[in-house]
């Protein structure tokens, strides 16, 4: 979402995204392996883009998650703690045992005792307000770990549906981001994932900035694919360079999908993926960045670099992804150049997936196709997924995006 007061070069007129809490509830069985929780964070934020336009998607959050009793006691008590009690379990639950990570990301829940400075701008109070919004929902997803929740376009063009879960990790470090905005009176969609790893904050700096920085890109509209890779090569810049006083070293991956009018552009860096379904077959629009792969290995051995066996391929026996963004300590090998396909929306094409490894670990591409084709609802089938995921064994964090296309009954024409 674009920061209030910046004025965008083709200035989009953003779209609010209305969230409606209570549907795509998610029932929680004691007996069922796929609804167990562990402790830790889920960063979810459906941005609310506005504009004085109609709103052209509806985000419709799967708040409907059951929370015990005793978790909305331990969280209430936890926003009223004081800081030198921060470091104290809040309960022997697994669900409430919060790991540190978590207990300092209700930080601000605390401050919130403290009084405000005055305000003095409206768009200042309007951040102020979404700010607080972002942190409720961060203490509500903390205590269970799993959120989903679906969208639809007011004009039918697409709906879709998403499902993030921490699964067996102790913290959560995926991210993703849906965005609907219109420039010079044509619609855009904006679709990703972002998978950190060695910390959340590249991924979550990765949510923030990295669709608001390519709307403002000058060529946007006129060379998309050049404005997708310069885009992504300068949020990384800019990444690391808001890190350059902290000892992090954290990464992340970006699989993105741009829809702009009738045309479909998909970008990314490192091994989450993106795979259509095109007349009913899985097609892969990515190719995963692993050091192994025999173009990347040559490309990092060319600038120095070594790629060897420890457990995985890895560069420099560190890292089990040849493309990322962030990793400082290993920037002059591990690149943020995207690879990009792009599509035309046709009726042959039915529904887009992105999705972090913790998916494509145990699920492949075809497996994935034919859960989605099983469920109508793009939201029922992101949820499956995850929990297909998980119940194969999965043990990283699990993300997906599911899009489906709306075409005409008349003329095959996506509208």
């Known amino acids: ?74 969280m209430v008590d936890s926003e009223h703690s004081s800081e030198e009690e921060e ?32 305000v003095p701008k409206d768009q200042d109070l309007e951040k102020e307000k ?58 855009i969609n904006l679709f990703g994932i972002f998978d950190g790893h060695g910390g959340s904050r590249a991924a979550e700096y990765l949510k923030e900035h990295l669709f608001e ?34 000892h992090r070293d954290d990464g992340s991956t970006a699989s993105t999908a741009v829809l702009l009018g009738n045309h479909l552009y998909v970008a990314n860096v490192g091994d989450s993926r993106a795979v259509i379904s095109k007349s009913g077959k899985a097609i892969a629009l990515s190719d995963d960045h692993k050091p192994n792969r025999s173009d990347e290995r040559k490309r990092i051995e060319s600038a120095g670099g070594i790629v060897m066996w420890a457990g995985t391929w890895r560069v420099g026996g560190v890292l089990a992804m040849s493309r990322a963004f962030g990793n ?28 972090s490894d913790g998916l494509w670990d145990v699920v492949p591409n075809e497996d994935a196709v034919s859960l989605v084709k099983m469920e109508e609802d793009p939201e029922a089938a992101a949820r499956k997924l995850t929990e297909t995921a998980f119940g194969r064994g999965s043990g990283d964090n699990i993300t997906c995006v599911v899009v489906k296309f709306q075409h005409s009954k008349t003329g095959g024409e996506y509208i």
Request: net charge negative.
């Open 328 to 355: 400082r300590l290993l920037k002059q090998f591990v690149v943020a150049e995207p690879e990009i396909q792009d599509q035309e929306i046709d009726d042959e094409l039915e529904f887009l997936i992105l999705a």
């Open 1 to 74: 979402m674009a920061e209030p007061g910046v004025t965008p070069a083709h200035q989009p007129l953003e779209e609010e995204l209305e969230l409606e809490e209570g549907e795509g509830e998610v029932e929680e069985e004691a007996s069922s392996p796929e609804r167990e929780v562990r402790a830790g964070v889920v960063e979810v934020e459906v941005e609310m883009e506005v504009s004085s336009a109609a709103v052209e998607m509806e985000v419709e959050e799967g708040a409907g998650m059951d929370v015990s009793p005793a978790a909305a006691v331990a």
């Open 130 to 187: 979404k700010e607080k919004e972002r942190q409720r929902e961060r203490e509500r997803v903390d205590e269970v770990g799993y959120m989903s929740g679906g969208c639809k376009s007011d004009d039918g063009s697409l709906s879709c549906g998403y499902s993030s879960f921490r699964g067996k990790r102790a913290s959560m470090e995926d991210f993703f981001d849906i965005k609907s905005s219109k420039i010079d009176d044509k619609q």
């Open 213 to 246: 920085n390519l709307m403002k890109h000058p060529q946007f509209m006129s060379d998309t694919k050049l404005a997708i890779s310069e885009t992504y090569k300068k949020t990384d810049s800019d990444f690391l360079d808001s890190e350059i006083n902290t």
């Open 87 to 118: 470091e104290e379990e809040v309960s022997s639950s697994p669900v409430l045992a919060l790991p540190e990570q978590a207990r300092r990301k209700q930080g601000p829940a605390v401050a919130a005792a403290v009084p405000a400075l005055v």
